[in-house]
C-alpha cells in the first residue's frame, strides 16, 4: 500500500526539484562569457545582422522574459529554437537521446555483468589469489580515466583485432549494439570497479552475519546460502551507489560519445557550448538532470522491492 | 516420553563429546580456546553449559553444529559420536544433511538471524524444503503447522510477514519453529533469550519446556545466566576459559557446588528477595526532581510532513531523587526509562519540569547548561561505544577537566591518577587504550570519567548489563562504595529486577511511558502490589533448582505500542498512596496485562 502512494505521490513532489533546475541552468548558461550571436555570425557581422538574429532569438529581452517565454514555450512542446541547428531543441534531443540511453544502459549492464560474478568469486574466497586479483584490478580500474581507456580499447579491438567498430553508431539494431559495446565497456570499466568493491565488501559482511550462520545450522548448502541470504542483502546498498553514480554516468557520456563519434545528446552539449547555444545547452542539461532524477526515483522502487524494511 | 526412549535413552547417549579441543590458529601458533572438553547427551534431557565469556560454551556449540568460521577455528582434536559417526570427520554433504534436520540450533539475536528480506514463510518453508523434497503446498502446510507449534497468535498472516514486522518474542519463536520444524534429536540453544526482554524470556522459556516434553528432542542450553539454568536444565556444565569446571545435575551444582569457580559464580549471581534489609536513608536535600515530565516525539509522513504520530515516551512522571540515595527505574524496552535520563541531561526535548539541584533546567542558560553537566553525568551501557578508541585511558577521564577548564595540566594528571585509584584501576593503566581493557576495567574508565566533574548525581543507564556476572558484582559494589564515601545519588536504569533489588533504596515500575508502581525498594519488592510489577517479579528466572514457581496462568500477549495517532493520548494513570510514600497506579487500562 505504501509502495502505490510513493509512486503516485514522489512524482509530485519532483516537480519543484525540476523547477528549480530549469532556473539554475537558465541563469548558468548565460553566465557563459561570449555572445551567441557574434559566435554564429563570426568576427565580421555588421551590427544590423546581430541585432537582427538577437531579435530573432529573443536574445535583447531581459534574462527574466527570456525565462518567461522559455516556460511558455515548454508548455507548448517546444524547448526554442537552436542557433545552430536551426530546428528546435526538442526535436533535436529526441533523436539524439535513444543513443544516449543505450550507452548508459549499456554501461550498467555491462559493470553488473562484470562486478556481480567477481565480487562473488572475490567475496567467496576471501584471501585467494583470486580475491586479490579482482581487488587490485578493480583499484587499477578507478584509475584510467574514460577517454584513455576508450582509445586503448579502439586501438585494440576496432584497429588490431577488427573484432568491433571503431566508432560511429549505425542502423540496425545488430549495429547499434556493436557500435555500443566498446563505448560501453569504457563506461562499465570504470564503473564496475566501484561495484566490485563495494558489493565484495558487502557480500563478506554478509557470509559473516548471523544471517548466514542461521542458514549454515538449518542445513542450506553453501550456494544457496550465498546466493538467497546474502546477495540479496548486499544488493540493496549497491543499488543506491548505483543511483548516486548515475549523475557522474551521464557526465561521462560526454566524454564516450567523443572519444567514439556517437552522435548522441553529450556530443550535442559539447557542441552547443563551443557555440554558445544556450537554448542546446539548457535543454540537454535540463534532460540530464530529469534523467538523474527519474533514475534515482527508480532505484528508490527498486530499494523498497529490495528490501521490505524500508519505508519511503 | 516413549517407551522406547527412556529404555535406550538411558544407556546409549544421543550425542557424546569426547576431549574436544577448538584452537584459533593466529601467526603461526595455535592456541586452544576450548580443551578436552567431554560430554554426553542423553535423549530427551537438558544440558546447559553455562559460563562468562571467553569461557568457550559458544564454540563448543559451533563445533557441533561444524560451523566453526574457517580458516582461523578448527576443531583439532576430539571426536563428536552422533548416530554412531563421529562429526568432526563427517564431509560437508554429509553434515548438511545432519545439520537442521537432526541437530538443530537457535541463536541469541532472533533480529540478525532470519533474512530481513524473505518472508517468514519463506524462511519456514526454505528450512523444511533443505532437507525433504515437498510440493510447495505441502511445505508451506508444514511451515504454518511450526507456526502454530510455537503458539503464535495469528499464525496464518505471519507467513507473509517480514522479520521486523514482528516482536522480538515473536521472531525468536520463529526460530524455535524453524530449528524445530523437522523433529531434530538434539536442538542446541545459544543463549536462547540473552536477547529479549524478561517477561518474553519466560514466555519462550515455557515455550521450549512444553516443546521439548512433548517432542523428546535432546537440548542443550548455552548460557551465562544461572537462573536459566537452574530454571531449565537438568544437568548443568560449568565451563570456564575453555575448561569444564565442574559437571553434575542441576540441583546438586546448586546446592553443593564443589569447584571454588562455580561457587564465586553462584555467590556473585543477583538474587530477588523480598526486599527486606534496606537501610532508612535520612531524609535529605533532593538532587533532581521531575513534575509531570512528559516526553513525545513527533512521527511525520505524507506529502507535507504533517505530524500523523506521537511516540508517547514518557507521559506524567514525577519523582524526586535525594542526595546519596539510589533511585532504580525498571521497565521492559520501550518502556521510556532511557528517555528519562536524556531529558535529564537536556539530550531530548520534554514538557513538564525538571528540577536539577533546585534549578529548573529550562529556565538555564547556555553557561547554567555547563553547570548542570558538572552535576549530572551518565555511565551507559556499552563501555567500548562510549570511549573513543583512540584516546588514552587517562586522557578519557581528564577530558571532562579539560572541557569544563578546572585546573592546569599537573592538576589534572594528578586528579586523573586519583580517580583510577578511586575505582580500583592501577595508575599505568591511564597509558593505554580502551581495546586494552577488559569489559569491566572499560565500565570503570567510564564511571572514573562520570566522576571527574565532582557531580551530584550519576545515571547509570544499564551500565551492568552487559557485564558478566562476577564482573557486575564487582562494579555493583564500587558503586555501593563510591555512593557510601562520596555521597554521590545514582540513578539507575534497569531491565534486571534481580539486580535493582540488590543496589536500589527506592524503585519505580515503568510500563508505557508512565510508572506504575513506586516506593522504597522494601515496599515495591516486599509488598507488590501492580499487576505489571508482579508480573515482572514472577518473570524473573530464579537461580534455584528447588524452587517452585506458583502455578500462575501462563504470560501471554505483548506490550502495546506508545505510538499514538497526532491528538490522541494515553489515559493517565493516577497513583495513589498506599501509606509510607508507596505509590500504586489505580483503575487503569493496564489491568489486562496479569491475565
Known amino acids: 500500500m505504501h509502495r502505490y502512494r510513493f509512486v503516485l505521490f514522489r512524482p509530485l513532489q519532483l516537480v519543484p526539484v525540476l523547477f528549480g533546475i530549469s532556473v539554475i541552468t537558465f541563469l548558468l548558461v548565460r553566465l557563459i562569457p561570449g555572445d551567441p550571436a557574434r559566435i554564429l555570425l563570426g568576427t565580421r557581422a555588421t551590427p544590423s545582422a546581430l541585432a537582427n538574429i538577437r531579435t530573432q532569438y529573443g536574445l535583447d529581452e531581459p534574462v527574466w522574459l527570456q525565462y518567461f517565454y522559455f516556460l511558455k514555450n515548454l508548455g507548448a512542446g517546444e524547448m526554442g529554437r537552436s542557433t545552430l541547428y536551426k530546428v528546435d531543441v526538442l526535436k533535436l534531443i529526441t533523436t539524439r537521446i535513444e543513443p544516449t540511453l543505450a550507452l548508459v544502459g549499456m554501461g550498467v549492464f555491462l559493470a553488473l555483468l562484470i562486478a556481480v560474478p567477481f565480487a562473488a568469486l572475490s567475496a567467496r574466497r576471501q584471501g585467494s589469489l583470486v580475491d586479490h586479483a579482482v581487488r587490485l584490478v578493480s583499484t587499477a580500474g578507478l584509475g584510467f580515466p574514460s577517454f584513455w581507456l576508450g582509445a586503448m580499447l579502439i586501438i585494440f579491438f576496432a584497429v588490431r583485432l577488427e573484432w568491433l567498430p571503431v566508432s560511429g553508431y549505425g542502423e540496425t539494431f545488430r549495429e547499434k549494439l556493436s557500435h555500443l559495446i566498446l563505448p560501453g565497456l569504457t563506461i562499465a570499466l570504470s564503473l564496475s570497479a566501484v561495484l566490485t568493491r563495494t558489493l565484495r565488501a558487502a557480500m563478506i559482511a554478509g557470509l559473516a552475519s548471523d544471517v548466514a550462520t542461521a542458514a549454515r545450522a538449518r542445513g542450506m548448502p553453501e550456494s544457496r546460502v550465498f546466493w538467497r541470504h546474502v546477495v540479496p542483502n548486499a544488493l540493496v546498498p549497491t543499488v543506491n551507489l548505483l543511483a548516486v553514480n548515475i549523475g557522474w554516468l551521464i557526465g561521462g557520456t560526454v566524454v564516450v560519445e567523443s572519444v567514439f563519434a556517437i552522435a548522441g545528446l553529450g556530443q550535442l552539449m559539447v557542441r552547443g557550448i563551443f557555440t554558445r547555444d544556450y537554448m542546446v545547452v539548457q535543454g540537454v542539461t535540463m534532460t540530464f538532470a530529469l534523467a538523474t532524477v527519474l533514475i534515482n526515483f527508480a532505484a528508490d522502487i527498486i530499494t523498497v522491492t529490495l528490501d521490505p524494511r524500508i519505508k519511503l | ?595
Open chain 2, 1 to 595: 516420553m516413549t517407551a522406547d526412549t527412556t529404555s535406550a535413552g538411558a544407556t546409549v547417549p544421543v550425542l557424546s563429546v569426547q576431549g574436544l579441543t577448538v584452537s584459533v590458529r593466529s601467526g603461526g601458533s595455535e592456541r586452544a580456546l576450548v580443551e578436552g572438553l567431554s560430554f554426553d547427551l542423553a535423549r530427551g534431557e537438558t544440558l546447559a553449559i553455562a559460563g562468562e565469556s571467553g569461557s568457550g560454551k559458544s564454540l563448543t556449540s559451533l563445533a557441533v553444529m561444524g560451523l566453526l568460521p574457517p580458516p582461523s577455528l578448527r576443531a583439532s582434536a576430539g571426536r563428536i559420536m552422533f548416530g554412531g559417526q563421529d562429526l568432526l570427520h563427517l564431509p560437508e554433504g554429509a553434515m548438511r544433511r545432519i545439520r537442521g534436520r537432526r541437530i538443530a540450533m537457535i541463536f541469541q539475536e532472533p533480529m540478525t538471524s532470519l533474512n530481513p528480506v524473505m518472508t517468514v514463510g519463506a524462511q519456514l518453508t526454505e528450512a523444511i524444503s533443505a532437507h525433504e523434497s515437498l510440493p510447495r503446498g505441502e511445505a508451506r502446510a508444514r511451515a504454518l503447522a511450526a507456526l502454530q507449534s510455537v503458539r503464535i497468535a495469528q499464525a496464518e498472516r505471519r507467513l507473509s510477514q517480514y522479520p521486523h514486522e514482528l516482536s522480538g518474542g515473536m521472531r525468536q519463536r520463529v526460530m524455535i519453529a524453524m530449528a524445530l520444524a523437522l523433529k531434530p534429536d538434539v536442538l542446541i540453544c545459544d543463549e536462547p533469550t540473552t536477547a529479549l526482554d524478561v517477561t518474553v524470556q519466560r514466555e519462550v522459556l515455557d515455550l521450549l519446556r512444553d516443546l521439548q516434553r512433548e517432542t523428546g528432542t535432546a537440548l542443550i542450553l548455552i548460557t551465562h545466566d544461572m537462573g536459566v539454568v537452574a530454571e531449565m536444565a537438568s544437568r548443568v556444565i560449568v565451563m570456564r576459559e575453555g575448561r569444564m569446571v565442574e559437571e553434575g545435575p542441576a540441583q546438586r551444582i546448586f546446592a553443593a557446588p564443589v569447584a571454588q569457580y562455580t561457587r564465586d559464580l553462584l555467590a556473585a549471581v543477583p538474587r530477588m528477595g523480598d526486599g527486606s534489609g534496606a537501610a532508612v536513608l535520612p531524609v535529605a536535600e533532593s538532587v533532581v526532581r521531575l513534575t509531570d515530565l512528559r516526553v513525545r516525539f513527533d512521527i511525520r509522513g505524507g506529502l507535507m510532513q504533517r505530524v500523523t504520530h506521537r511516540v508517547h515516551a514518557v507521559e506524567h512522571v514525577s519523582l524526586q531523587i535525594n542526595q546519596g540515595e539510589t533511585f532504580a527505574l525498571v521497565g521492559e524496552s520501550g518502556c521510556g526509562k532511557s528517555t528519562i535520563a536524556r531529558a535529564i541531561v537536556g539530550l531530548v526535548p520534554h514538557e513538564g519540569r525538571i528540577e536539577v539541584a533546585g534549578q529548573p533546567l529550562q529556565d538555564l542558560t547556555a553557561e547554567g547548561r555547563r553547570a548542570l553537566c558538572r552535576d549530572v553525568q551518565m555511565v551507559f551501557q556499552d563501555p567500548m561505544a562510549a570511549l573513543d578508541p583512540r584516546m588514552r585511558a587517562g586522557d578519557l577521564v581528564a577530558e571532562p577537566l579539560v572541557i569544563h577548564n578546572i585546573g592546569s595540566d599537573a592538576e589534572r594528571r594528578g586528579r586523573t591518577a586519583g580517580l583510577f585509584e578511586r575505582v580500583g584501576l592501577p595508575p599505568d593503566a591511564m597509558a593505554r587504550y580502551p581495546h586494552e581493557f577488559s569489559g569491566g576495567q572499560r565500565q570503570r574508565i567510564c564511571i572514573a570519567r562520570a566522576l571527574a566533574l565532582r557531580p551530584k548525581l550519576i545515571i547509570c543507564d544499564e551500565s551492568v548489563s552487559a557485564l558478566d556476572v562476577s564482573v557486575q558484582a564487582r562494579v555493583l559494589a564500587l558503586l555501593e562504595e563510591l555512593k557510601r564515601d562520596l555521597g554521590i545519588a545514582y540513578l539507575f536504569i534497569s531491565h534486571d529486577m534481580a539486580v535493582v533489588e540488590n543496589i536500589a533504596d527506592r524503585v519505580g515500575v515503568m510500563y508505557l511511558g508512565q510508572i506504575v508502581e513506586t516506593g522504597s525498594r522494601a515496599q515495591v519488592f516486599g509488598n507488590p502490589l501492580h499487576p505489571y510489577t508482579r508480573r515482572l517479579m514472577e518473570a524473573v528466572p530464579i537461580p534455584d533448582p528447588g524452587y517452585v514457581r506458583a502455578p500462575l496462568p501462563r504470560l501471554s500477549g505483548e506490550i502495546p505500542s506508545p505510538v499514538w495517532p497526532a491528538g490522541e493520548a494515553p489515559q493517565r494513570l493516577r497513583l495513589v498512596d498506599m501509606g509510607g510514600g508507596h505509590l500504586v497506579a489505580q483503575s487503569n487500562p493496564t489491568a489486562e496485562i496479569a491475565a
